[in-house]
């Protein structure tokens, strides 16, 4: 059993995957570059390197999640370490299902999606949070005066994607506003967006770095209530996951992987202007207005998204993945390849791993 992903994406890019697909082959590494004429090469400690190519899931069209991709392989990264990245462009199969699947090394995905696709018998486990802290929030148009707490979400109409933890974990954050958590559900998808924008329901749970950011320069503003501020656990919206067998069968080139993506997520968090430009520039065409990423990658800079508290990219944290992890496990909401429930909560630290990035990554 796979849940979908959440599609936390703007309507801006609704239906656009075939574009996408023509942009993301920029990002992969190409004969004209040069990692793909390598026969080898010699990593700055003198170390000879086995050139390989690695393949990379997207879980949606491009946006400044994927900024420290774009980054590596601009700035050489990757090419640096002997790796060629082949960029599969999101489609109709879950990353989350290519990588249990052996068809993608790695690949895009969030917290809860690789929970739900783990405990039902996947073949996954998160190497990298692009995110150090969640990006997801509820929110309502800015206009609204009789929403001013999500206890005022009582009766309201809300806009949603289909996945099992919505209406618990917002029934949770009313209540702990001091509402009922009783709401009225209806399934849209990246719909909800501009649902939302036009009055047709009350509240969604944008990507404020995302949606946040694309309602203001729209002329559409809205206001946003953060998960974390009503008692609810934080949760990782973003993650690169891998599975178990191709990190077991491929440690060193793991490791190459993602000390290129720590370097490139690392430049992103310390040149937001310089790393928006590239993400334009790596695809063409697909942004009709470039100022969305550029406020974009400037938001989760200046809001602390990118980097730990010691100043590393890429680290996940077992506070946060065992808080969330028993929310999802509490609710009911892990069941396992049959369908069947989980009663016995699962061991979160075989979820996750930091063992392959950077030993200088703090």
């Known amino acids: 059993m796979h849940l979908p992903l959440r599609s936390s994406r703007s309507v801006l890019f609704a239906g656009s995957v075939v574009v996408a697909a023509v942009a993301v082959t920029s990002c992969s590494t190409t004969a004209s570059s040069p990692a793909a004429s390598l026969t080898s090469t010699t990593s700055k400690a003198g170390t000879t390197l086995i050139p390989a190519t690695v393949t990379l899931a997207l879980s949606w069209t491009p946006n400044t999640d994927y900024t420290g991709v774009y980054v590596a392989n ?27 699947r052996g068809l993608a090394d790695f690949g895009f995905t969030y917290q809860a999606g690789l929970v739900y696709a783990r405990a039902a018998g996947g073949d996954l486990v998160s190497v990298f949070a692009p995110d ?47 509402g009922k958590g009783i709401f009225k559900t209806v399934t849209l998808n990246t719909s909800a967006y501009e649902a939302l924008y036009t009055g047709q329901v009350d509240f969604t749970i944008p990507v404020v770095t995302w949606e946040g950011v694309e309602a203001r320069l729209v002329g559409k503003p809205i ?24 990190l077991v069968a491929n440690p060193d080139l793991a490791k190459r992987f993602l000390a290129a993506l720590t370097k490139g997520y690392a430049f992103a968090a310390d040149n937001s202007a310089a790393a928006a430009q590239i993400v334009i520039t790596t695809n063409p065409g697909v942004f009709s207005n470039p100022q969305l990423v550029i406020d974009s990658q400037a938001l989760l800079v200046s809001g602390g998204y990118l980097k730990n508290a010691q100043g590393g990219v890429g680290t996940q944290d077992s506070n946060e993945w065992e808080k969330y992890g028993l929310f999802l496990y509490s609710n009911g909401l892990l069941a396992d390849g049959s369908g069947t429930k989980l009663v016995t909560e699962p061991d979160w630290s075989t979820y996750y791993t930091n063992a392959y990035l950077p030993a200088s990554n703090p």
């Open 74 to 100: 601009a700035k050489g990264y990757f090419a640096e370490q002997g790796i060629t990245v082949k960029v599969l462009p999101y489609g109709s199969t879950a990353p989350e299902t290519l990588i249990s």
């Open 132 to 178: 150090q802290k969640g990006t997801y929030a509820i929110g309502v148009k800015a206009d609204r005066t009789d929403i001013t707490s999500p206890k005022n979400l009582d009766g309201k109409t809300y806009a949603g994607f289909g996945t099992p933890d919505e209406g618990p974990e917002l029934k949770s954050i009313i209540q702990h506003a001091g």
């Open 223 to 246: 206001k946003t209530f953060a998960f974390t501020d009503y008692g609810f656990p934080d949760q990782y919206s973003v993650l690169i996951a891998s599975s178990r067998k191709y």
